[in-house]
């Protein structure tokens, strides 16, 4: 025989072989247990078939519980445990066009007479309907066990023993809690940015020397910050001002919040202590509007525990906060990515350049050294025309236009709110007049600080920020570059006293020898 002949005949031998295999496994595969063994179609098997219009009520029970939803009026439905203000009418909706509409992708057995291997002994939920006007029988639906080759569950009615497939996004609204009901998403209303405007953020919390409170600036004053993120003040903090853009979630975050899940409508005092709402660690409070206030109290951790597949150990992780809305008597669990009112401070809310009027905005800036004496420059015209003046001498504009930008420079690194003491000496000042009539002055004074290499910074007569000493130490050597020969070497001691440089000063030491004595 030939070499090609026997390849091909080898070949044929192989493939009846395989076939002959794979006959075998089909008719020795079990019929009775698994879904393939009743009529398949590809088009689906109706269980039940009823409009939404026809169902007076629809009791759902699985491990949850038991519950009712009951018909209120044309397409209105619900459930006498949940205020109608705190519902989720699309819930309803769905719950009711679901189970008038189960839909089984096949049937599995008709007659069946072992029920209790499709779970229908122990159902895992049943969903009871009855008619309006005796439209139509009652009926009762039980699910049983759920077949995991396909995602599907097994589905029967009391009207027969014929046990269909039904797909899992058929009958999942039979496994909901009652309180999947309570609606969740935007619980306040959405932010609107032509109409909404936020007054004032009180946050309180255990962790927190005092309470922080964020007001909205004066119109007036808000304009000077025009061109920055510059919008509200801490008035608990000095006024310190904050940055809009690293606050904005505190500010404007209760609008349109939402859940991920609720713990307890109409709750009582025992399900708030439950959820540590009875001694709540953080309540935020906001004011917008015409003096709309909504309050949010927090209370307990929510923990998911997981164990650690090495050490056995368990794990826990935050995964939400209990918490109540003011207007909503319910306990609702909220991300802990909705919730910045829980890390929030001070410093990382703060504002860091603290002051900077427009440089054509003032009729002149003072400087005071040490020994506070004031460094008078006169500033006039605007940005077309400008000139700056010192004692009477006209100073380089391009060299004034850089000190003042440093002067602006003052970088607030951290909140400094103690008072003042007589170790904290002097270091430098700066007097900010301003030109608009009736604005009083801007005084910024800068202290140094007993524990460390660093400044502590007054605003008119508020002390507030702390910065690094080395500001103050280059604003005297800006300074000290503007000024004539005398003023320059007078500044320069000044600096030298400020610091405490290791610098012995004579003044004429050897006035008393003469050259005999020598």
């Not at 708030?272 to 003096?291: F, R, W």
Request: aromatic share 10%; charged share 25%.
């Amino acid at each position: 025989m030939k070499k090609n002949t026997k390849i091909i005949l080898g070949s044929v031998i192989g493939i009846a072989v395989l076939g002959a295999a794979t006959l075998a496994l089909v008719l020795t595969q079990p019929k009775s247990d698994n879904a393939d063994s009743g009529t398949s179609s590809s088009e689906t098997v109706s269980v039940t078939d009823y409009t939404t219009d026809d169902i007076s009520t629809l009791t759902i029970s699985n491990e949850s519980g038991e519950y009712t939803i009951n018909r209120l009026g044309k397409e209105k439905w619900g459930i006498d445990s949940i205020p109608e203000a705190l519902a989720n009418s699309s819930a309803y909706s769905t719950a009711m066009s679901s189970a008038g509409g189960i839909g089984a992708k096949q049937i599995v057995e008709e007659n069946a007479t072992d029920l209790a291997k499709y779970g229908f002994d122990k159902p895992t939920a049943t969903v009871k309907m009855t008619f309006k006007d005796n439209k139509a029988e009652d009926i009762t639906c039980l699910i049983g066990i759920k077949y995991e080759g396909e995602n599907s569950w097994y589905v029967k009615t009391d009207k027969s023993d014929t046990v269909y497939l039904v797909a899992n996004a058929g009958v999942s609204f039979a496994m909901n809690s009652e309180l999947s009901y309570v609606n969740k998403s935007t619980l306040t209303a959405a932010y609107d940015s032509e109409n909404d405007k936020v007054n004032r953020v009180r946050i309180e919390r255990k962790d927190l020397d005092k309470d922080i409170v964020l007001d909205k600036l004066p119109e007036e004053t808000e304009k000077e910050f025009s061109s920055t993120y510059v919008a509200y003040e801490m008035s608990s903090h000095n006024n310190i001002l904050a940055d809009d853009e690293l606050d904005k979630k505190v500010i404007y975050g209760l609008f349109g919040i939402s859940a991920s899940d609720v713990f307890a409508v109409s709750p009582t005092d025992e399900q708030k202590k439950q959820a540590g709402l009875d001694d709540p660690n953080c309540t935020v409070t906001m004011v917008s509007n015409k003096e709309t206030v909504t309050k949010l109290t927090l209370g307990s951790a929510v923990y998911t525990v997981t164990k650690n597949d090495e050490t056995g150990e368990e794990i826990k992780t935050i995964t939400g906060y209990y918490g109540m809305l003011s207007g909503k008597d319910a306990i609702y669990v909220f991300s802990p990515d909705s919730l910045p009112w829980l890390t929030a401070t001070p410093e990382n809310m703060l504002y860091k350049l603290f002051l900077t009027p427009y440089i054509y905005y003032l009729d002149g800036v003072t400087i005071y050294d040490s020994d506070r004496k004031a460094y008078d420059f006169t500033i006039t015209g605007d940005a077309d025309k400008s000139s700056f003046t010192y004692e009477g001498k006209k100073v380089d504009s391009a060299k004034f236009k850089a000190f003042y930008q440093y002067l602006l420079s003052a970088y607030a690194e951290q909140i400094y709110l103690d008072d003042l003491t007589g170790d904290n000496k002097f270091i430098a000042g700066v007097t900010y007049d301003h030109r608009e009539e009736g604005k009083e002055n801007d005084v910024v004074e800068f202290y140094a600080s007993e524990s460390d290499r660093t400044c502590i910074i007054v605003v008119n007569g508020d002390v507030r920020y702390k910065v690094r000493q080395i500001y103050a130490t280059r604003l005297l050597e800006n300074l000290n570059a503007l000024l004539s020969g005398g003023e320059k070497v007078r500044c320069m001691l000044s600096r030298m006293m400020m610091f405490g440089s290791n610098v012995l000063l004579l003044d004429q030491p050897t006035n008393h020898l003469d050259l005999e004595s020598i």
